[in-house]
């Protein structure tokens, strides 16, 4: 049975370590630890499912040829040559 | 030897009468005596350590004021980074804390087993506007803090506090839009945490 005191310092990093930005022993520390906390495990797996949603709500623009035409117009008026 | 010796006797003559008044600014500037006489003494030490860059013809005190400021700004500075740190942390337990209370409420399977793009995109867009950028550049667009940060003109810092604390309102949004629909059923399968996303 995984420390209590462990949990919260490992729970403390949960945004840092899922965005990838803890130092490399933090990280192995954390790694090893939800190896054998399955409840801290769970609090990571949570957010990152989280994460995984928000990244998915992205709603796609559709491509506007107007728009680009008007912009590569624009650019060639400065000197643009729009190469094949 | 007596090099060091004239060193600190003009030291101890020209810095160490004005201590009373380097008191007096240092109560100023950090509003408690404690707090003032460690300032002091940081003061002191500096100006012992760069006593050579010192112009013996010019005002002292005034120097010695001048280190003071920067010793409390540089200090202020530092607790200030720690009190971001110690909230960003405080935001991940949030989310801990968030996880509990979607297991409590039969909702654990909220982000893996539903649809929830519309409710995301209409949560992300009731946040308040510097909590809304961080997290539509970070989270929906994939940027890293340091991209988010240069984008928006503020600190890395910043971005890791606004971005956790927006994390957290569309938690709890989407969790009480959850709760509300009925979506409360048995748990749902579990997902390997992925690192690195903003690495």
């Known amino acids: ?84 | 030897m007596a090099a060091a010796e004239a060193h600190d006797r003009a030291f101890a003559d020209a810095a160490l009468p004005h201590l009373p008044a380097l008191k007096r600014v240092a109560i100023a500037l950090t509003g408690n005596e404690a707090d003032a006489d460690d300032l002091v003494q940081e003061t002191f030490l500096r100006a012992y350590r760069h006593w050579n860059t010192f112009a013996p013809a010019s005002d002292c005190r005034r120097w010695l004021s001048t280190i003071c400021r920067n010793a409390f700004l540089e200090q202020r500075r530092r607790e200030s980074r720690s009190t971001a740190v110690e909230d960003q942390e405080l935001e991940s337990l949030a989310a801990a804390r968030l996880h509990n209370h979607a297991r409590a409420s039969g909702v654990d399977h909220l982000f893996t087993r539903l649809d929830l793009g519309p409710a995301i995109s209409q949560a992300i867009a009731s946040l308040e506007p510097i909590f809304r950028d961080v997290v539509v550049l970070a989270d929906v667009e994939g940027f890293t803090y340091e991209e988010v940060a240069e984008a928006l003109g503020v600190p890395i810092g910043t971005v890791r506090s606004r971005l956790y604390r927006a994390r957290r309102q569309l938690q709890e949004a989407l969790l009480a839009y959850a709760i509300d629909a009925g979506f409360a059923s048995a748990r749902g399968p579990e997902t390997p945490p992925a690192p690195n996303r903003h690495g």
């Open chain 1, 1 to 84: 049975m995984p420390e209590r005191s462990n949990c919260e310092a490992v729970v403390r990093q949960l945004w840092p370590y899922l965005d990838g930005v803890v130092d490399e022993s933090m990280r192995e520390r954390i790694i090893a630890h939800l190896e054998m906390c399955a409840t801290c495990k769970s609090h990571f797996d949570f957010a990152n499912a989280f994460l995984e949603a928000v990244a998915r709500s992205r709603s796609d623009v559709p491509a506007d040829e107007e728009l680009r035409t008007r912009v590569v117009q624009a650019l060639s008026a400065e000197g643009f040559k729009l190469s094949a």
